[in-house]
């Protein structure tokens, strides 16, 4: 807005000049931006995108600190002020509409000490009531998330909180009253994301705990993460929030069901508020954010197991999804390990939904319904081995393999069949796939159990758009794995997990998760075709494609991610577990699988994980080379110079 146009609504009355001043001073800062991203770019440029944000913040020369890109601190400055300026636009509306409307703003129905109600608005009995009693401004809060038929605020009471940011000094924040009033808050039975998001909005939030001020309008700047920080946390608790209502509970509605049954969710309200609230500060940031919570239940005098309860859930936030995406749930004793570190069902159930919500509000992209499903297998593994039962291998096959057969309704001599094939393979395949997945395999596959030829099928996935599973039945073979992804890679697919399973008569089961670009309108159509060709393919002893070399994105190239490849045994010491991390490209599982062919590596299984453009993927090989130390670091070597764009 130019400076005439501030000085002449200023001049209306509408706002003070002292918030005209400070519109003024913030659109210069944009405006200052605005020209030096033109300059830059050498074009009419009005996106602050991705790609020039690192550019940008070092041709303005500013300086990054400890665990922050100069790019992150010159973006938390600008959504500062783009919040400034949406609060100052927030008291002018309200402002408007008041002045046309048939009553007064200061007029209405006490409600509160100092606060009158008129309809659905909430206003102050006089302008200065916050500034004599600082206490009111929680309680502004605390009132309409009692009163959700009152979720609007008068202009009077916006300028109030607007100017409150003097009165809410160290002394405010330490108040007693104001702690428990924050307390009574998060503990309330609804509307306790809207409060914390309009406490937010307001800079009250970040006053009451200065540890959460300094997330505020901080970037991530990966490749993964969509949202600032003080965004994705509180976007973690309207999820978390969500599970409370029984609407909601055909999106997820194990955790729906785990949510409404829960004694003291505010707990775990206040866990997420401060799982990431250690970012930026260089090092770890659940155990930086685990003292700080620490801390924080020591000043508010939670009670000390409650603070113990809220301390392991940040500390740990990150632990389920790591053991769910990077290691076998297949096997009881990772199952075990990981029981033993959750210690109670009620942490685990915490841990269960505070590690959905984490991963649902990290970017649109992340969370899908194969995500979905390994948490699931993880939290049910795990809360049989909490109530004792523990992990019988025999006993889970036969409750899946009988579970399955239930289902599909086979003739008795198609369920002697299947339970032959099924009898090649170990606990692995039923414990990595659901009773529903088993049987559509098992429907799909029983037509082609006697034939040599390979057979693919595909199906498209639930809650996952443009993505598709497909499954394949074929012999198992040298380069196997490196075919199959590289025509599917060929095919313009981009492969977001992988399952093989290899049975004892030599036959293998594949599963892959599949995603295409959606931009090709007839794709349906010729996906049909292409497995066709897929299976005609696997079966031809045709010469192995190089694989496919994909660009990297332009915002890969501004935050390359440093090839990491890692090889270690696995606990029995039979097989090798091999992690990688890297930049997501077109053709780097061909380019993988290459490797494992070149040095005669056996692929057990994989778990292909994306996130983002962040590629961490582990495989379980074995080769009786793998013994040799001096053969791993060749391979290891080979590994990563095939991770290399």
Known sequence: MPTSAVTCVSATGLITRRECELLESVTKSLYRLRIHMHLLTNRHEDRLIFEIQEPLA??????????????????????????????????????????????????????????????DVLGLESPDVLVKNPERILEAFLIQ???????????????????????????????????????????????????????????????????????????????????????????????????????????????????MAMKGSWRLVLALLYHDIGKGRGGDHSKIGAEIVRQMCRDFEIADEDADYIEFLVREHLTMSMVAQKQDISDPEVIENFAK???????????????????????????????????????????????????????????RRKDALRLTRFTPEQRDRINKFWDNFDVAYFMKHSVRNIVWHAKVLLPHLDSPKSFVASRPLRGMEHAHEILILTQDRPELFARIVSNLQQYGLSIAEARIHTGRDGRVVDSFIVVDDGSDPNFEQEFARFQEILAEKLDLAEKLPPPLRGRPSRQSKLFPISPQASLRPDAAGRQYMLSIVTTDRLGLLASIARVFVQYGINLVTARITTLGERAEDVFLIESFKLRDPVFCAEFEKAVLEALEL
């Not at 703003?105 to 409600?111: A, M, R």
């Open 341 to 399: 570190k959750v210690g109670t069902m009620e942490r685990l159930v915490s841990l269960y939904l505070l590690t959905v919500c984490d991963i649902r509000a990290t970017g649109p992209k992340i969370w899908n319904a194969w995500k979905a499903q390994l948490l699931e297998d993880l939290f049910y593994s795990t809360a049989r081995f909490l109530k004792g039962k523990g992990i019988d291998r025999d006993l889970l096959v036969s409750r």
């Open 145 to 259: 998330e009692r009163h959700p038929d009152i979720p609007m605020k008068s202009s009077r009471l916006y300028r109030a909180l607007f100017e409150a940011h003097s009165l809410m000094n160290k002394e405010w924040a330490e108040n007693p009253v104001n702690r428990q009033t924050f307390l009574k808050i998060i503990q309330g039975r609804r509307g306790v994301w809207h409060a914390l998001e309009e406490m937010n909005r307001w800079g009250v939030l970040g006053k009451l705990l200065p540890s959460f001020n300094r997330i505020v309008g901080q970037m991530q700047h990966d490749l993964f993460h969509a949202y600032t920080v003080d965004q994705h946390t509180l976007l973690a608790i309207r999820y978390l929030r969500n599970f409370t209502h029984s609407e909601n509970a055909h999106e997820l509605p194990l955790c729906t069901e785990l949510m």
């Open 58 to 119: 070092k041709a303005l020369g500013i300086v990054g600190t400890v665990g922050r890109r100069p790019s992150e601190v010159m973006m938390q400055h600008f959504y500062v002020n783009a919040k400034t300026i949406g609060q100052l636009n927030s008291i002018i509306l309200q402002a408007i509409k008041e002045r046309y409307s048939k009553e007064p703003e200061q007029t209405g129905e006490p409600i509160c000490s100092g606060f009158v109600r008129q309809g």
